[in-house]
């Protein structure tokens, strides 16, 4: 048997009370794993501008240096 089964079964024989306190829990629970989630996506896209900024500052040092080579050669 499975381990949510059996936590059914478990359920389903606790007086109803107890159903109300454990489902309860259960959505708090939920909640708290969405609140989390959503924390953790804010985190995530907050980070993205900086490392496009970096990226690009990158790319922009890179070509710099492309260029600076290309007219050492020249001269």
Do not use: Y
Not at 26 to 43: C, G, M, P, S, T
């Amino acid at each position: 048997m499975h381990l949510d089964e059996q936590l059914q079964q478990h359920l389903f024989s606790l007086p109803m009370a107890l159903k109300a306190e454990v489902l309860d829990f259960v959505l708090f629970l939920e909640q708290k794993q969405e609140r989390q989630a959503k924390d953790h996506l804010k985190a995530l896209m907050s980070s993205v501008p900086a490392s496009v900024n970096l990226a690009d500052e990158l790319i922009a040092d890179r070509r710099l240096e492309a260029e600076k080579e290309q007219k050492d050669r020249t001269k």
